[in-house]
C-alpha cells in the first residue's frame, strides 16, 4: 500500500532526475552565456566611468560657479579626478584577457 506521502517523494525524485539531465538546447547557449558575462565587467566599468566623469564635471561647474576664482585650483582636482576615475575602464579592459 502506497501512501500519497510516498507517490509524493517518488514525484520529486523523478522530476529531479529529469532537471539533472542537460538537454540539447542547454549545451548550446552555454558558450554564448560564459561569453557574455566574461565581457560584461567592461561594459559596466565604462558605464560607472561614464556617470563619474558626468559628476565630476557636474561638480566642477558648480564649484567654479559659485567661486570664479578658483577656477585654476578646481580644474586641476577635476583632472585628476577623471584621470583616476578612467583608470577604472583600464583595469577592466586588462583583466579582460582575450
Known sequence: MT???STRTEKFRRLQGEVAKP???QT???PLLAEMTGSIHVGLAAMGVGIGVGLTG???????GR???????VLVHGIL???FTEAIVFYA?????H
Open 3 to 5: 501512501t500519497a506521502r
Open 58 to 64: 557636474l561638480g566642477m561647474a558648480t564649484a567654479v
Open 67 to 73: 567661486n570664479p576664482g578658483a577656477f585654476t585650483q
Open 28 to 30: 548550446m547557449i552555454l
Open 93 to 97: 579592459l586588462f583583466l579582460l584577457g
Open 81 to 83: 579626478a577623471i584621470a
Open 23 to 25: 538537454t540539447k538546447k
